[in-house]
């Protein structure tokens, strides 16, 4: 590459690449980057993103491809010819290719499979028959085992003969006969062991396996709890199957990370990428919990209504509606925010609900009197500044408002840190005590314990 298109960025040198029309200096240009900078070049290029694939090696098209977003792998399907995607989706490791598959409309999909080999297509068929957000999705057939009688020099001349197509080698996997599974060995163990020594003799029979049926967000758990790079994937009957790898994972821990964010802001998982997601679709995700939480609302003007009487003998309290229920819904959105994000994290569990409501009781009392202080010296300093005539009982308005807060924030920090763990109880979705759920429920008993004090504090006054 010349000096000159040395010193200016990647982009920059692209675009002067490009403009050139030469397939074979753009072949070479790209051959020179990063794969990570290829992946950058596709983003910020969209009109050639069809002409960097095709100019890119097979191997690395697969490597730029399984790291692509979604939106962008399946635009650079449609572009591709059949003969360069049938190349691509060959060489994809198969969990990859798996896991883009099962995102695509069934009759995409069986024409994708047409043009696999008929042993990819094979382990491909295999691994798209295991349950969606199963382990089995996530799982790839590629690893090297080894037997219990092998000698460490034979374990070396197998990866040395099958390790070069493996996900990964730092893990060999001892296996009987029958293909179950008996031990899982780093590959440092076989590398200071000297060449005659059995794999028997290195078992320590103390490995981490999941099962294909389990759960993706058990193998989460699993990679957090154990240091390793890979566990392997077993049957009922314990018989190796593949193995999965901590990208994979990290990748199933981001889409539950989103899917957990939209929960929380009150709307269905989308299963689409926002932008592609028709608009009458999106409407139908995000209406059924606008309808709930508007159906839940009407609860509170249900209560108002209730104590409509007071509010026209003190219509100095309606002023304060709005304060007393966003208070009460804040608090509760952050604890069901914490808690939430605490129970995915596994740093607590159902068991510890008590602790969780001991804390929340301190935690929300002393939020609830920070307020209502700030409530009460609100109306103090209005009433002696004349910025508002509170009238002649202002300080009782004060004090009820000093009460209320600390009432309705407490309350709010209760509901909105228990709901999860009951909803977790019941085997729910902590995710779907969502924010605007947990708001609207602490506004319908916001209202009541407002009118409460109110009327406590009022009686014989204005009420």
Same mark, same amino acid.
């Given at each position: 590459?010349?000096?000159?298109l040395?010193?200016?960025?990647?982009?920059?040198?692209?675009?002067?690449?490009?403009?050139?029309?030469?397939?074979?200096?753009?072949?070479?240009?790209?051959?020179?980057?990063?794969?990570?900078?290829?992946?950058?070049?596709?983003?910020?290029?969209?009109?050639?993103?069809?002409?960097?694939?095709?100019?890119?090696?097979?191997?690395?098209?697969?490597?730029?491809?399984?790291?692509l977003?979604?939106?962008?792998?399946?635009?650079?399907?449609?572009?591709?010819?059949p003969?360069?995607?049938?190349?691509?989706?060959?060489?994809?490791?198969?969990?990859?290719?798996?896991?883009?598959?099962?995102?695509?409309?069934?009759?995409?999909?069986?024409?994708?499979?047409?043009?696999?080999?008929?042993?990819?297509?094979?382990?491909?068929?295999?691994?798209?028959?295991?349950?969606e957000?199963?382990?089995g999705?996530?799982?790839?057939?590629?690893?090297?085992?080894?037997?219990?009688?092998?000698?460490?020099?034979?374990?070396?001349?197998?990866?040395?003969?099958?390790?070069?197509?493996?996900?990964?080698?730092?893990?060999?996997?001892?296996?009987?006969?029958?293909?179950?599974?008996?031990?899982?060995?780093?590959?440092?163990?076989?590398?200071?062991?000297?060449?005659?020594?059995?794999?028997?003799?290195?078992?320590?029979?103390?490995?981490?396996?999941?099962?294909?049926?389990?759960?993706?967000?058990?193998?989460?758990?699993?990679?957090?709890?154990?240091?390793?790079?890979?566990?392997?994937?077993?049957?009922?009957?314990?018989?190796?199957?593949?193995?999965?790898?901590?990208?994979?994972?990290?990748?199933?821990?981001?889409?539950?990370?989103?899917?957990?964010?939209?929960?929380?802001?009150?709307?269905?998982?989308?299963?689409?990428?926002?932008?592609?997601?028709?608009?009458?679709?999106?409407?139908?995700?995000?209406?059924?919990?606008?309808?709930?939480?508007?159906?839940?609302?009407m609860?509170?003007?249900?209560?108002?209504?209730?104590?409509?009487?007071?509010?026209?003998?003190?219509?100095?309290?309606a002023?304060?509606?709005?304060l007393?229920?966003? $208070?009460?819904?804040?608090?509760?959105?952050?604890?069901?925010?914490?808690?939430?994000?605490?129970?995915?994290?596994?740093?607590?569990?159902?068991?510890?609900?008590?602790?969780?409501?001991?804390?929340?009781?301190?935690?929300?009392?002393?939020?609830?009197?920070?307020?209502?202080?700030?409530?009460?010296?609100?109306?103090?300093?209005?009433?002696?500044?004349?910025?508002?005539?509170?009238?002649?009982?202002?300080?009782?308005?004060?004090?009820?408002?000093?009460?209320?807060?600390t009432?309705?924030?407490?309350?709010?920090?209760?509901?909105?840190?228990?709901?999860?763990?009951?909803?977790?109880?019941l085997?729910?979705?902590?995710?779907?005590?969502?924010?605007?759920?947990?708001?609207?429920?602490?506004?319908?008993?916001?209202?009541?314990?407002?009118? $409460?004090?109110?009327?406590?504090f009022?009686?014989?006054?204005?009420?």
């Amino acid at each position: 590459m010349s000096l000159e298109l040395e010193d200016i960025s990647i982009q920059q040198q692209f675009e002067k690449v490009i403009a050139t029309g030469d397939k074979l200096q753009l072949q070479e240009f790209l051959d020179e980057q990063n794969i990570t900078d290829v992946v950058e070049l596709v983003y910020e290029n969209e009109d050639h993103e069809g002409n960097i694939m095709n100019c890119l090696s097979t191997h690395r098209a697969a490597s730029v491809f399984k790291i692509l977003e979604l939106t962008y792998q399946k635009r650079i399907i449609k572009e591709l010819s059949p003969h360069k995607t049938a190349e691509l989706l060959n060489e994809l490791p198969p969990d990859d290719r798996t896991a883009f598959l099962s995102e695509l409309p069934s009759n995409v999909v069986r024409e994708l499979v047409k043009t696999l080999d008929p042993e990819e297509r094979k382990v491909t068929l295999s691994l798209l028959g295991y349950p969606e957000n199963s382990v089995g999705r996530l799982m790839t057939p590629d690893y090297v085992y080894v037997y219990e009688n092998d000698s460490v020099n034979d374990v070396l001349d197998t990866i040395r003969r099958f390790a070069k197509n493996s996900e990964t080698i730092d893990v060999i996997y001892v296996i009987n006969e029958k293909g179950e599974l008996l031990d899982d060995i780093r590959i440092r163990d076989f590398i200071l062991a000297s060449p005659d020594k059995k794999v028997s003799e290195l078992m320590d029979e103390r490995y981490i396996s999941l099962y294909a049926e389990d759960d993706q967000e058990v193998a989460n758990e699993a990679f957090k709890m154990n240091n390793r790079v890979a566990l392997p994937v077993v049957s009922q009957s314990n018989k190796l199957l593949g193995i999965v790898t901590i990208d994979d994972v990290l990748w199933v821990t981001n889409e539950e990370f989103s899917e957990d964010i939209q929960k929380i802001g009150g709307t269905e998982v989308l299963d689409q990428p926002y932008l592609e997601m028709p608009i009458f679709k999106l409407v139908k995700k995000r209406a059924s919990w606008l309808i709930i939480l508007f159906l839940s609302e009407m609860l509170t003007a249900t209560a108002m209504q209730y104590f409509s009487k007071e509010i026209e003998a003190a219509a100095v309290l309606a002023l304060f509606i709005p304060l007393i229920m966003s $208070s009460g819904g804040n608090s509760g959105s952050q604890a069901s925010t914490l808690i939430i994000q605490a129970m995915a994290l596994g740093e607590l569990t159902i068991t510890d609900w008590w602790r969780v409501m001991r804390r929340e009781i301190i935690s929300g009392l002393l939020l609830g009197l920070t307020l209502g202080s700030i409530g009460f010296l609100r109306i103090f300093l209005w009433q002696h500044m004349h910025i508002y005539d509170y009238g002649i009982y202002w300080k009782s308005v004060a004090t009820v408002i000093f009460f209320s807060l600390t009432g309705i924030v407490l309350w709010g920090s209760l509901m909105g840190s228990m709901l999860p763990i009951i909803l977790k109880k019941l085997k729910l979705d902590p995710a779907t005590s969502s924010a605007p759920f947990v708001a609207t429920l602490v506004d319908v008993t916001g209202i009541i314990i407002y009118f $409460s004090v109110a009327y406590i504090f009022l009686k014989g006054y204005l009420l």
